[in-house]
């Protein structure tokens, strides 16, 4: 009799169970689309897709790997000048023009390939683009004066002051005071060697001919160290600066990881609950970490800037206070979670408060301990770039003030190489650490 009357009770219960679970089922997707639609409107996606210039920005990906060199005549005066990028550091000698570039008194020719060419004439000048013709300009009483194929093609802007010429080859522009061409190369120009060291006109095989063998390009020092020098001080590049500010960036990250770590030790101790018995004590270090580690890593680099002056040191203090809530947080939960018997062992041995941290606790929880600050380093490595953007050290700002120049994209690309290779090789350092100090391979 009563298991005919729980029937429909348990059939009621086992038909509004399966209910809930299928508006759970139908409720979660449908909160999660319309989280989706809202964040599309809120987020303006419409409106920053018709924004998007992609042409810009596979110009600026292509500037990360090609160099534009300079061809510029002074109309009044007729001065040729030829420069890597527009720099007076990578300004070729007259005498040591490259190969492309012929000129004479009255004329330049400039061959940008693949046929075309740009010639810089007496009182003006002409352009032949392949499959296109002849863009002849010359000065007048009135202006610049145009001949060329009609009708004109977009990629020709053409007034009475300015003709500007844009290809695939190149890019030219003419006006009363100057005629410009810009040609593109891949690589990074004078990477190794700038104009005004003798081994940048060598070939590599003569490059390693004469740091064996060569004869001395510099009395004073063999030529594999005038090599290194002129590397090192390499005017375009500057790689011993940049060199010493990477260094800057991982000292920052260095000495900021491993003071919060020691500062977090017994700051840990006191707030693990068996080994502070004291209550109120626990309670306001835990609520110090959360407040610490609640405020982000740049807010408290802007508020350290403002107190003490920009530098890398401000960067060490920053990361060092950012890091001390969390290790805080991490050390004492890590002591909770210890074998209290290995410290009862100590303690019967009549080993005071001190000594049984030392041999009762930190041996079981060094590798843990060790490892989060490992980690925390590769990760503060990364990280130091960006705070030493706000503090004026390392090399975050040699990469914020490349890109604020919008023209030396390469030296960007540069920089963003050599701090990804730093990194890895950060991850390679700690994980070699960590297998030789907790693992002890």
Known sequence: MSAVDLSPTLSHAVATRFARRRLLSLGIPALVLAYLVYAAISFDLAGLAGRARMDNASVLLSDFWLHKTHVTRQNRTGALSVAIDGEAKG????????D???????????????????????????????????????EGVDGLQLTAPQPLPDWINASDTRVSVTTDAGRFAYTRAKAETFKYQPGWAMFFFALDSPFHYMSWPQIAASALWGDRVDPSMPNIAAMARDF????????????????????MAFLGTFGAALIALPLGFMAARNMM?????????????????????????????????????????????????????????????IDEKQVEGIRSTGA??????????????????LSQVLYFLESNTRGATVIGAIVGGGIGLLLTQAIQTQ?????????????????MAMDSLSGWLRSKLIRGE
């Open 277 to 337: 018995p004291f209550g109120p004590l626990r309670f306001a270090l835990r609520r110090v970490f959360d407040f610490i580690r609640g405020v982000d890593g740049l807010i408290w680099t802007i508020v350290l800037a403002r107190a003490f002056g920009p530098g890398p040191m401000t960067g060490s203090l920053a990361i060092m206070l950012t890091d001390t809530g969390s290790f805080g947080k991490m050390f004492s939960e890590a002591f909770e979670n």
């Open 352 to 369: 005071n408060g001190l000594q049984r941290a030392r041999f009762g606790v930190l041996p079981q929880v060094m590798p843990v301990l």
């Open 232 to 251: 090192w001080k390499n005017p375009m590049w500057r790689h011993g600066d940049v060199i010493w500010a990477m260094f800057e960036t991982v000292l």
């Open 100 to 138: 492309w570039i012929a000129h004479d008194d009255q004329v330049t020719t400039i061959d940008l390939g693949d046929g075309h060419q740009v010639t810089y004439l007496p009182g003006g000048a002409r352009y032949d683009v392949p499959g296109y013709g002849v863009i002849d300009i010359r």
């Open 91 to 98: 300004t070729y000698p007259a005498d040591r023009l490259p």
């Open 407 to 423: 023209k030396d994209w390469e030296d960007v690309a540069y920089y963003m190489v050599l701090i990804v290779l730093t990194v």
